[in-house]
C-alpha cells in the first residue's frame, strides 16, 4: 500500500545500515553480554548495546534463521495482509555490531556465569539477558497437530506455519460452526484469540452468508478481557453481532479425524462436551521453553524467568535481566511492552555495568489494537494495575479507521526501522506530549 511505502522509505532513509554477518571465533565464547533469543524484546534489546559494546562483547544466542512481526499475524490469518511482509532473514534484523551464533541455550549455569547450547559450546558472560518468549504447546492437546497436518478447518495464527490455514479456512466457510479458542495457560498476545473471531464475522457479513454460520468464542478465562473499559465495548460488540461467548471452556480434545472439538468446562472438570464445527481457530497452551524452565535457579515455579517487575532485574542473581514473553512480571506478553521494557533494562543493565544503582521502573505498560473488522480497531492500553493509560486525547474504547491504519499501516515500519534498531520505547513520549496540560498520566516511573 502507498501509505506503508512512504512511512518504509521515510524511515529506512533516516535509519541506514550496511547489514553483515559476523563469523563467529569458537574458541574465545566469552563475552560482556550475552543476549539469548533474537526475537522482540532480544533485537531491541542488544540493537541499544550494539552502539557501545564491540562486537565479540555483544553475543545474540539464536538458532532460527527467520525474525517474524508476530503482530501482523492477525491480520495475515483474515487475509489482509501476506507472510512474507512479516518475515525478516535474522541476519538482517539483528545489529550489525554483534555476534550471531545460531545455536539454541539449553542449560543455564547462572553461578557459574554460563549458558551451555545445544551443539555443545559453553558461553561465559558478564551478563545475561533472557528473551527466550513463550513456546506453542500445540502437542498439549490430543489429535490437535494431527488435525494441523490435515486439509480441513483447523487453524493458528500463533504459526507462521499454519496462520496461511486460517485465510484458507475462512474462504471455505458456508455454513455450520467457527469456534476460536483460548487455552488455559498464560499467552502471548490475549486479544489475538478474539481479534480473528471478529475479523471472522466480518467476512462473512461482507459476502452475505454470516446467517449460515454460527460464531462462538470459547475462552478458558473468566473475563473478555482484563481491561474493564474494553471489556465492556468488546461485550457490546459480540452481543451485536450475535457472537456467543463461552467463559471458562477449554479445549481438552480434537478428533483427528472427523470435524469434532470436546471442551470442558473450568468451573465443573466433570462437564465436557464435544461440538462439530466447519472451521475451529485454535489458540495453542503456551509455555517457557523446557530448555529455560527446567532451570529452577532463574525461574519461578511457573517457568518465568523470576524478575523484580519494576526493573526486570533477576531477584537473585543482578547480572542477569530479562524481556518480553518469558519474563514473570505479570504485564500483557505483547510487543509493546517488549518496547516499554526494553529501555527500563538497557539503562538499569548500563548502570550495573557501571556499579551504580539502578533507577528505571517498568509501569507495566501494554497494549493491545483489537482489530474488530476490516477497517475498524480498539487501541487498549493499559499499566500494571490494568487502568487505561491511553496514548491519544481521546477515549480509546471505540472501534476507529485510524487506528486499523495505525495497526497495519504505521506500527510495523515502527517495529522494523525503529524498534529493531533499538530506537523505540513505546509511546511514553507521545502520550505526554498528547495529554500535555490536559492530564496527569504517568510514563515510565523514576525512583
Ligand atoms: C507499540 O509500541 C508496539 O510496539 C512496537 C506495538 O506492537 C506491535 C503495538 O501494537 C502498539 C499499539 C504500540 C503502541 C504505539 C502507539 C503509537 C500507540
Known amino acids: ?10 524511515l529506512a532513509t533516516l535509519n541506514r545500515r550496511c547489514l553483515s554477518k559476523t563469523p563467529i571465533n569458537f574458541e574465545s565464547l566469552s563475552c560482556k553480554l550475552l543476549v539469548v533469543g533474537g526475537g522482540t524484546g532480544g533485537c531491541s534489546v ?14 545474540v544466542l539464536d538458532p532460527s534463521k527467520n525474525h517474524y512481526y508476530q503482530p501482523l499475524f492477525t491480520l495475515i490469518g483474515a487475509g489482509a495482509e501476506k507472510l512474507e511482509n512479516a518475515r525478516r532473514d535474522m541476519k538482517d534484523v539483528l545489529p550489525q555490531e554483534c555476534t550471531w551464533i545460531e545455536d539454541e541455550a539449553i542449560e543455564y ?3 557459574k556465569n554460563t549458558v551451555r547450547t545445544s551443539k555443545g559450546h559453553v558461553i561465559e558472560y558478564d551478563y545475561l539477558l533472557v528473551a527466550v518468549g513463550l513456546d506453542l504447546r500445540f502437542d498439549k492437546i490430543p489429535g490437535l497437530l494431527a488435525a494441523l497436518s490435515k486439509p480441513g478447518g ?3 495464527n500463533y504459526s507462521p506455519k499454519y496462520v496461511n490455514r486460517t485465510y484458507q479456512a475462512l474462504q471455505k466457510l458456508q455454513s455450520g460452526n467457527a469456534i476460536f479458542t483460548f487455552p488455559n495457560s498464560p499467552v502471548k498476545c490475549p486479544g489475538a484469540p478474539q481479534k480473528i473471531c471478529y475479523l471472522t464475522d466480518h467476512y462473512l457479513r461482507k459476502r452475505g452468508k454470516r446467517n449460515n454460520v454460527s460464531i462462538s468464542y470459547n475462552t478458558s478465562l473468566a473475563v473478555i478481557f482484563g481491561v474493564k473499559k474494553y471489556a465492556d465495548a468488546l461485550w457490546k460488540i459480540c452481543k451485536e453481532r450475535n457472537i456467543q461467548v463461552n467463559l471458562r471452556t477449554n479445549l481438552i480434545k480434537v478428533n483427528p479425524d472427523r470435524p469434532e472439538a470436546t471442551f470442558e468446562n473450568l468451573d465443573k472438570p466433570e462437564e465436557k462436551f464435544t461440538t462439530e464445527f466447519s472451521m475451529l481457530h485454535v489458540t495453542p497452551p503456551m509455555a517457557t521453553p523446557e530448555t529455560l524452565s527446567k532451570n529452577k535457579d532463574i525461574t519461578n515455579e511457573t517457568g518465568f524467568v523470576e524478575v523484580d517487575k ?8 543482578p547480572n542477569i535481566f530479562t524481556i518480553g514473553d518469558c519474563s514473570s512480571s505479570p504485564n500483557s506478553k505483547t510487543a509493546a511492552a517488549a518496547a516499554a521494557q526494553s529501555e527500563v533494562v538497557y539503562k538499569n543493565m548500563l548502570s550495573v555495568m557501571k556499579n551504580k544503582p539502578i533507577h528505571e521502573m517498568y509501569d507495566g505498560y501494554a497494549s493491545c489494537p483489537l ?3 476490516y477497517n475498524k480497531c480498539i487501541l487498549a492500553e493499559f499499566d500494571y494495575d490494568l487502568n487505561p493509560l491511553e496514548t491519544f486525547p481521546f477515549s480509546q474504547d471505540k472501534e476507529l479507521y485510524s487506528m486499523y491504519v495505525l495497526k497495519k499501516n504505521v506500527i510495523p515500519s515502527i517495529y522494523w526501522h525503529l524498534m529493531m534498531n533499538g530506537h523505540w520505547n513505546g509511546p511514553a513520549t507521545f502520550r505526554k506530549l498528547m495529554h500535555l496540560g490536559f492530564t496527569d498520566k504517568k510514563s515510565n516511573l523514576h525512583v
Open 46 to 59: 542488544a540493537a541499544k548495546f550494539s552502539r557501545h559494546l564491540k562486537k565479540n562483547n555483544l553475543i
Open 371 to 373: 482489530v474488530t473488522g
Open 1 to 10: 500500500m502507498f501509505l506503508n511505502k512512504c512511512i518504509d522509505k521515510t
Open 154 to 156: 483447523v487453524c493458528s
Open 109 to 111: 549455569e547462572p553461578k
Open 310 to 317: 519494576n526493573t526486570m532485574q533477576h531477584v537473585r542473581f
